[in-house]
């Protein structure tokens, strides 16, 4: 015998499998691959990667292979003699050591001085010339090189800082602007109830920076200190209009060597361009959680 069942005890038997229905579509929705920006990652990717592979591979071929022109061919036979030949030729050892000082000095310099103009600025946001001095280093960020470049090459010059202490000194300036501009971002998430309890305990202003505030600027100091030593690391143009002595100059000048313009000794130049930018990817590695920790730190405001 066949019974009917009424509309309404229909409808709520039926109900179970739609509704699992919808959540398998919404569960689909929410795995499916975002497509386009998988195909700009990919394409972000092949932009890096294709020219690190020539870079590679034109450092392991002979002269005769890498004069053929085809940068994307495999190197066969293998040359390692063109990294020996770039130690030699950029006497790697002395502007390796030099590129590391100005490099440190920078980072060291860069770090001190932000963090301390940008805590002045933080906690003082109310009065007028902290809350000018904030906006004239954003200003400086707006300011071509061209520009300053003459009269920077005239005032080490004049002041006889023609030498990578001038070099030094220039890094440490351009890199203030954006520097106290993350810093004081990252200050205002810290609530000024730690501080005025050290207030009340005696503590000096000093005493709270160097006890209180410097601990908790551990991110933010890895994030400022990789910007400044990739800046430091990779600049090409400071070095070369300042220092006048060639004997001091920096290793990325020196790379200059392999290219003029009757020749271009492709692969030993970029047998050179590799050992120069280990430290680069190194330093990165090591940092890299720390600087995206960092960024992140005070974007939220509390």
Do not use: C
Not at 4 to 29: C, D
Not at 250 to 262: C, E, G, W, Y
Not at 269 to 289: C, I, K, N
């Amino acid at each position: 015998m066949t019974t009917t069942l009424p509309p309404s005890e229909r409808t709520t038997r039926h109900t179970p499998p739609l509704r699992q229905a919808t959540a398998r579509a919404r569960h689909r929705g929410k795995d499916a691959t975002n497509r386009p920006a998988t195909l700009l990652l990919v394409v972000a990717s092949l932009a890096v990667l294709i020219p690190l592979y020539v870079a590679v591979a034109m450092s392991l071929k002979t002269s005769s292979q890498a004069a053929d022109g085809d940068a994307f061919a495999l190197p066969w036979p293998i040359d390692l003699g063109n990294f020996a030949d770039a130690w030699r030729i950029t006497r790697f050892p002395v502007s390796f050591s030099i590129s590391v000082a100005v490099a440190a000095a920078s980072v060291l310099g860069t770090l001190a001085l932000s963090s301390l103009a940008a805590y002045a600025i933080a906690r003082n946001w109310d009065r007028r010339i902290f809350r000018w001095s904030f906006f004239y280093l954003l200003g400086a960020m707006f300011l071509p090189f061209p520009v300053v470049a003459l009269p920077q090459i005239k005032l080490t010059a004049l002041l006889d800082i023609d030498s990578p202490v001038g070099v030094i000194l220039l890094h440490i300036v351009f890199q203030l602007s954006f520097s106290v501009l993350l810093y004081t971002a990252y200050l205002r998430s810290i609530p000024m109830e730690l501080e005025e309890s050290a207030r009340m305990d005696g503590a000096t202003t000093w005493q709270i920076f160097r006890r209180i505030i410097l601990p908790l600027l551990g991110p933010m100091n890895a994030t400022v200190g990789i910007f400044a030593f990739l800046a430091s690391w990779n600049d090409f143009m400071l070095p070369s209009l300042i220092t006048s002595d060639p004997g001091l100059q920096t290793l990325p000048v020196l790379q200059n060597i392999f290219q003029n313009k009757f020749d271009t000794n492709y692969n030993v130049a970029f047998a050179s361009y590799l050992m120069a930018m280990a430290p680069t990817v190194l330093v990165y590695l090591f940092s890299q959680r720390w600087v995206i920790s960092g960024l992140t730190q005070g974007a939220v405001k509390q």
